[in-house]
């Protein structure tokens, strides 16, 4: 499969120019964002001026320039240029600015919830409370007992929109500012980026409560109380004891419509930090040492194998920023505990030279990046916080 060379800003022009009259807008997209992926081209060797003169024609880029021989560039002269190629083209690097940005390695919001597409905002997710043990003994040829399924429900939040638009002016094409165009749309790429994962974050770590079930809404996190089970307790990470009591408060829930434990397995823990080579050690030991009595000069010291599950650890410098603490620690299973109602993910679409601004802002095309979707609590039995006595 063909793939674009590094070479300089001008020849790649020119190389792009070519694949595109030969094989079409489409292919050539696919090929840059192709060749970009996999390290043969970067950002930075993009010239934007001399795509503009490529793609579209030197006359057309000197027709920018107010000192343009007559002076003024006459619409009917110009109206046989067609600007589309270079904002197809272009738009592909700005694409890849922002979805580099965007998919940042360091955020971890996506792993903690299970994306749900919706077309509502806000939405009643109805469910059925469950029977529990309540099977009954029908004596032979008697009647079956019939059954009420109580109403069972949680709502989510409404979802707002959030998007940025990086515009690239006829300066920009001019003076061939591509770095700078590329930058702002890198800019509004983290900028949508960092807004969904702070928002997944705040959820997760229960900064923002929006658990609302059957028409009330309580804190993510209970200590007593509250959603009718215990989630939340005061142990610091230490080591594997620490996680066994987590592990036992899930055994210790129930289901709130009837006395049933709720099966819990756990696959994740979530860490700030401070405490990120601590969890690596507690969750990488080959073996367990048990000491029961330290000041006893005859307790024994017992030695086995570590009985812990491959749990993952997630863990990020936000986590911190969002809660003040790099004491506390998260665990349990959160995509079943938390949801990101989406409407749209990140979607980026453009706009050419036809549009107003083209004319009262000198706007040659403009790139526009939006995002629609809010996490919420969906079942906070799935996940157990420890405050460690904060």
């Known amino acids: 499969m063909r793939r674009f060379r590094r070479t300089s800003p001008q020849s790649l022009a020119r190389e792009i120019g070519r694949l595109y009259r030969a094989d079409g807008a489409v292919a050539t997209c696919r090929h840059m964002q192709e060749s970009l992926e996999e390290g043969h081209l970067s950002l930075g060797q993009f010239s934007l001026r001399s795509l503009a003169e490529e793609l579209v024609g030197r006359e057309w880029v000197e027709s920018?320039?107010?000192?343009?021989?007559?002076?003024?560039?006459?619409?009917?002269?110009?109206?046989?240029?067609?600007?589309?190629?270079?904002?197809?083209?272009?738009?592909?690097?700005?694409?890849?600015?922002?979805?580099?940005?965007?998919?940042?390695?360091?955020?971890?919001?996506?792993?903690?919830?299970?994306?749900?597409?919706?077309?509502?905002?806000?939405?009643?997710?109805?469910?059925?409370?469950?029977?529990?043990?309540?099977?009954?003994?029908?004596?032979?040829?008697?009647?079956?007992?019939?059954?009420?399924?109580?109403?069972?429900?949680?709502?989510?939040?409404?979802?707002?929109?959030?998007?940025?638009?990086?515009?690239?002016?006829?300066?920009?094409?001019?003076?061939?500012?591509?770095?700078?165009?590329?930058?702002?749309?890198?800019?509004?790429?983290?900028?949508?980026?960092?807004?969904?994962?702070?928002?997944?974050?705040?959820?997760?770590?229960?900064?923002?409560?929006?658990?609302?079930?059957?028409?009330?809404?309580?804190?993510?996190?209970?200590?007593?109380g509250g959603h009718g089970i215990v989630n939340q307790h005061s142990g610091v990470l230490a080591d594997w004891s620490d996680i066994d009591e987590a592990e036992l408060l899930f055994d210790a829930m129930t289901d709130p419509n009837n006395t049933e434990p709720i099966d819990v397995l756990p696959t994740t823990l979530i860490v700030p930090s401070a405490l990120r080579h601590k969890a690596r050690q507690i969750l990488g030991a080959e073996r367990i040492d048990s000491r029961p009595n330290l000041t006893n000069a005859a307790g024994e010291i017992t030695i086995g194998p570590s009985t812990l599950s491959p749990y993952e650890l997630l863990t990020s410098p936000r986590i911190k920023a969002r809660t003040s603490s790099a004491a506390q620690w998260w665990f349990g299973n959160p995509k079943k505990a938390f949801w990101y109602m989406e409407n749209w993910p990140i979607t980026i679409t453009q706009q050419g030279p036809d549009s107003p601004e083209a004319f009262s802002r000198d706007i040659v095309v403009q790139f526009k990046a939006s995002e629609k979707g809010v996490p919420a609590v969906v079942d906070p039995h799935f996940m157990v916080h420890s405050d460690a006595g904060e």
Do not use: C
Request: no cysteine; aromatic share 6%.
């Open 64 to 224: 920018l320039n107010p000192r343009h021989e007559t002076g003024m560039v006459l619409t009917e002269a110009n109206s046989a240029v067609d600007t589309s190629v270079f904002s197809n083209i272009f738009g592909q690097l700005a694409y890849s600015a922002i979805m580099d940005a965007y998919d940042n390695p360091a955020f971890i919001g996506d792993q903690l919830v299970t994306t749900v597409p919706t077309t509502l905002n806000g939405e009643r997710i109805p469910g059925m409370s469950t029977l529990g043990d309540d099977s009954e003994i029908v004596d032979e040829a008697q009647l079956y007992p019939t059954t009420g399924i109580a109403e069972d429900w949680i709502d989510t939040p409404v979802i707002p929109k959030r998007g940025h638009i990086v515009p690239v002016t006829k300066e920009a094409v001019f003076h061939d500012n591509v770095h700078l165009v590329l930058t702002r749309a890198g800019e509004v790429g983290n900028s949508l980026g960092i807004s969904k994962d702070n928002r997944i974050l705040d959820v997760a770590l229960g900064e923002t409560n929006n658990y609302k079930r059957r028409g009330s809404s309580f804190n993510t996190y209970a200590a007593s």
